[in-house]
């Protein structure tokens, strides 16, 4: 079974710009959650949806946007990028939603603002 | 509110030796609490998951740890390091109540000397 995809995996953008992640989940897996991982503030959740629709939210601004579609695939958007959004942005994906000892992650979107 | 704590960012260890990683939680009641581990420009792999059943959890890869309530803690172990076990290891919470998300530690960055 093929785990969880993101692409692209490294990304190069400026100031100001948008930007759109993707995320495959594992096949049958119904729930993806986006974390950002920088070397200050570490791992931190931004959101997690379920069925199409937004279920929980970390502590981010509302440039912070994000997806589901149909085919469970989710898409985290990040508007007028800013220099402190370069991180490492981690999908993962679970069966349902709330299970989240039994998420798989997959190997991350390297993004870069300069 | 639930918080986790590495007490180390950095452990250094020689092959071949015990490799102690420490871990303390704080939470108003007995959390779910796992290791994962980081291989770089890898995604992020469960190693053991505590969810209240034996207090010493076995992992993949020889990793074990122990929950001990009185001392809030869950450190992570392994009796002889291997060069493939370098990498960065967070200790991570599961929140409560419905959001299902994890809360992450700092990480701890192993290193194993020939």
């Known amino acids: 079974k ?4 993101q692409t692209p995996r490294y990304l190069i953008k400026t ?10 989940p594992i096949s049958g897996h119904r729930s993806v959650s986006w974390y950002q991982q920088t070397p200050g503030q570490g ?4 959101f997690e949806y379920f069925s199409e629709t937004q279920r929980n939210k970390g502590n981010f601004p509302g440039r912070f946007s994000g997806r589901q579609f149909s085919n469970s695939r ?16 981690l999908c993962a994906s679970s069966l349902a939603l709330g299970e989240a000892d039994t998420q798989y992650f997959g190997p991350g979107t390297r993004l870069t603002v300069l | 509110a639930q ?19 420490r871990c303390n939680y704080s939470s108003s009641y007995s959390p779910s609490l796992f290791w994962y581990v980081q291989h770089p420009n890898k995604g992020l792999q469960l190693l053991l998951k505590y969810t ?23 450190h992570l172990t392994k009796p002889s390091a291997h060069m493939s076990d370098a990498a960065e290891y967070f200790c991570v919470a599961l929140r409560g ?18």
């Open chain 2, 97 to 114: 109540g419905s959001q299902g998300n994890l809360i992450f530690g700092k990480g701890t960055k192993l290193s194993v000397k020939p």
């Open chain 1, 2 to 5: 093929a785990g969880v995809t």
């Open chain 2, 3 to 21: 918080s986790v704590t590495q007490l180390d960012s950095h452990v250094s260890v020689s092959e071949g030796t015990p490799v102690l990683l």
């Open chain 1, 15 to 24: 100031r100001g710009q948008q930007v759109t992640l993707s995320c495959s």
């Open chain 1, 43 to 46: 791992l931190q959740f931004l």
């Open chain 2, 52 to 74: 209240s059943a034996a207090t010493l959890v076995k992992g993949i890869n020889g990793f074990e740890a122990e929950f001990k309530k009185s001392e809030t803690s869950f």
């Open chain 1, 74 to 89: 989710s898409e985290m958007n990040v508007s007028t990028l800013e220099l402190g959004d370069s991180a490492l942005y």
